[in-house]
């Protein structure tokens, strides 16, 4: 059971093998293959399992039941649901640029899995370690807008136009604030490196750690990473009183699910990356030198530590979609560029300042 | 052959392929997205070279900033039935002869050069390297270049800014 505390054991077992059987150019293939399928599964399980969760808060937040009827409280609700979306006709306008319209979902889906492939799940299941893992993950994420806007465009919907521009502005706004909150914890832990970022929180995570300035940094993580997905309260994009459902009015069938699964795909990785700079990734809960404290929490397999951080943060996100009013879009833009950028800014000198005086812990 | 070579052919192929649809295509949000696609294969040879801060800087540079930019003012300025008129067959001419004459040049230099294998190991390139070179003042360091651009950048800021509001005000 060794390889449920380090997966290298595990990868390196495959490693090897692979590399008897195969050359080694073969193998990469292979390894790279195997990554992707792995990813590709992990994002079916996600969208199954992230669907019923959120309409199961929903249900708890507005006193209702949720999906009761099919399977035992509902569970197989969203596979109803998946068989549903795959036997819808896939539609197309008229007039539609039908090349454009095909690709949109695919871009989106593209930046969500180059995104995920830097995070890192437990402690050596980590599919690529960059040097420069956080403006990797900033880097890829800002390719899914483009997605977001080649379909409101090629659909010839102007309900579709706006909810893609709407979309566009506010994604492109929330991308600074994401970045700056993350590198106000990049100011203490002196590497981009996730894997470094992880090691550097064995005595503490960094929300306790940097206390003040790390706390104001992950609230506005939260707010900028929810308005990053698009979700509500900050949904306005695809607010359906106003604009029926925004870029994704044309769509139907399995294109419908693309941008469907992108969107909670989003939210798992925006989860992930907050749970990995701010909570610690995979790394236990561990108070300073309390060493049978320490010990015990080790005994619980990282894996469980990531998953359930992960689980916290999207539980706080599907919690502000369910509570909060929305937003207009001229509120949304003053509260990035009047209020979260200038606090962001300062709040990164006041960080660079504590990490100068060594305040922190 | 070997697996890296028929990684580097097949990124250097699509490239090429989406530079000439770029160029040729008469629909302007198409060729934006063809030019997306050559920028993000600039990218990923970088990635194979293990260059992954240059590979990101391409990324979010060129890939997430001016492509973006292009497709929002295409958004608002073009309607989706709106084609390109064909180039006329003397500007056709010209351009397919200066493209051709810089595939020339580039080709023949190439091809003459002596390509000398280093013998030094290859310079590390890690975001702190980068980071001290950047805020460097000794030998080495690129401290005033650095703080000259970020003043040219933020000159330029605030004059998008005065010119955005001139217009406000007037209507």
Redesign the interface.
Known sequence: MKWLYDFSYLTHAIHKGLSERFEPGTVVILEMVMVGVAFMLLFAVLGLVLVYAERKVSAVIQQRLGPMRVGKWGTAQTLADVVKLLLKEPLINKDADRFLFNLAPFVIMIAAFMAIAALPFAKGLHAIDFDIGILYIAAVSSLGVIGILLAGWSSNNKYSLIGAMRSGAQIISYELSVALSLLTIVVLTGSLQLSVIVESQADGWWIFKGHIPAMIAFLIFLIASTAETNRGPFDLAEAESELTAGFHTEYSGLKFAFFFLAEFANMFIVAGIGATVFLGGWMPFHIGTWEGFNAVMDFIPPIVWFFGKVGFMIFLMMWFRWTFPRLRIDQLLTLEWKYLLPINLMNIVLMAFLSLMGWHF | M??SAIIFYTISGVMILFSLLAVTSR?I??AA?YL?FALAGTAALYFMVDY??LA??Q??VY???I??LI??S???TTH??EKLEKPTWGKVFITATLALGGLVLTLFILTNHEFVLGTKPSAEA???VIGERLLGYQAGGYVLPFEVISILLLAAMIGAIVIAKRNATKS
């Open positions: 070997a697996t629909r949000l198409r997205i997306l992954q801060f990101a800087v990324l979010i890939a997430g900033g492509v973006v497709i929002f295409v958004l608002l989706i039935n890690t975001v702190s």
